[in-house]
């Protein structure tokens, strides 16, 4: 069954570095999403993609984050200079926008920690 | 503002009998969608059971069902005969017509008591 993966599992970083967390959704699939985990709370929306830009983004997503489909494949996304507050797991999801609205597949996730 | 709130952090429940975990929402949209979704320990979300909001017929998948009170804005998920799979953090979601991205509630973190 096609799944969503996610590359790393779990990073750690230091404060103030880059970090990209890839995704490759599901083949057929045309939306993609961010969602974020941090730990013991709510999972969060970051971000959703469609047609090769974005279509919505949380207030969360400021100028630190971005997203790119650089192939036809992956989904990634950066985090510039990560802070403290930026540890939390990370999942991205994709959903094909057909007749199921809002069935999204997720990935396992990656854990990012940021020290 | 688009919230759901689930008001149980934690419930536990007996191998092989019945629970139910509650979900209230706020929305001012007509078109929308519910949904729970199930995170086991393996991290990933899958989708338990969805709602459409203009069917008033509750929606059922094997063990898992819901009891969902449009006026009232509250959806809830029954787990019948309750197995030790089942233990897994609960999430109640939404989506409107309009949108794409799903609104998430805090979670429940089911146990299942062998």
């Known amino acids: 069954e096609p799944e969503v993966t996610q590359t790393p599992s779990h990073q750690v970083t230091q404060m103030g570095q880059e970090v990209i967390l890839r995704c490759v959704p599901i083949?057929?699939?045309?939306?993609f999403y961010w969602y974020r985990q941090i730990l013991g709370q709510k999972v969060e929306f970051l971000v959703s993609f469609y047609n090769n830009e974005i279509s919505e983004k949380s207030e969360i997503f400021d100028d630190q984050f971005s997203v790119e489909r650089p192939d036809g494949s992956n989904f990634t996304l950066k985090i510039r200079s990560t802070k403290l507050e930026d540890s939390a797991m990370y999942f991205c999801?994709?959903?094909?926008?057909?007749?199921?609205?809002?069935?999204?597949?997720f990935g396992e996730g990656s854990r990012l920690t940021v020290l | 503002a688009q919230t759901v709130t689930q008001s149980q952090p934690e419930m536990s429940v007996q191998e092989a009998e019945t629970v139910t975990l509650s979900c209230t929402y706020d929305t001012s949209e007509s078109d929308y969608y519910l949904f729970w979704y199930k995170q086991p320990p393996s991290r990933q979300m899958i989708l338990v059971i969805r709602?459409?909001?203009?069917?008033?017929q509750n929606a059922t998948e094997n063990r898992f069902s819901v009891n969902f009170q449009k006026a009232a804005k509250s959806f809830s998920l029954k787990i019948s005969d309750s197995q030790l799979g089942d233990a897994a953090m609960y999430f109640c979601a939404y989506i409107t017509g309009s949108a794409r991205q799903l609104t998430f509630g805090s979670g429940t973190q089911l146990t299942v008591l062998p």
């Open positions: 083949s057929n699939h045309l939306y």
């Open positions: 709602q459409e909001a203009y069917k008033q």
């Open positions: 999801a994709s959903t094909s926008g057909g007749a199921e609205i809002g069935e999204l597949f």
